[in-house]
């Protein structure tokens, strides 16, 4: 599986932006999609993950950080993940990874090479 995240930019605080990442390759073993972060100093974070198949397909999980303003989605062919971010607060500003893992795997192993997100105050 391939992943190839963007759609980063430079965004004023309280904006939207939309980030997307194009998947290919094995797309019907995967299981889950996320969106990652990771901002200077700290530790990367889950932002948002949607399950893709079985009986939990189309649950998503926000942590609360996120919670109210990001959204995850995914197109019916599978092979794009969005994550649409709105009241971006200077906080948000970090590099953006998409991931995904098949039916099993207990961590993500596919990763995208990340998109900059940077949100002025």
């Known amino acids: 599986v391939q992943l190839q995240a963007f759609g980063g930019g430079l965004v004023q605080a309280g904006g939207s932006l939309r980030l997307a990442c194009r998947v290919s390759?094995?797309?019907?073993?995967?299981?889950?999609l996320a969106w990652y972060r990771r901002a200077p100093g700290k530790q990367q974070e889950l932002v948002a993950q949607?399950?893709?198949?079985?009986?939990?397909?189309?649950?998503?999980y926000y942590p609360d950080s996120v919670k109210g303003r990001f959204v995850i989605s995914r197109n019916n062919a599978g092979n794009m993940v969005y994550l649409q971010m709105a009241s971006l607060k200077s906080e948000d500003t970090a590099v953006y990874y998409c991931?995904?893992?098949?039916?099993?795997?207990?961590?993500?192993?596919?990763w995208g090479q990340g998109t900059q997100v940077t949100v002025s105050s």
């Open positions: 390759g094995t797309i019907s073993a995967i299981d889950v």
């Open positions: 949607i399950t893709t198949s079985g009986s939990a397909r189309g649950r998503t």
């Open positions: 991931a995904a893992k098949f039916r099993g795997d207990a961590e993500y192993k596919y």
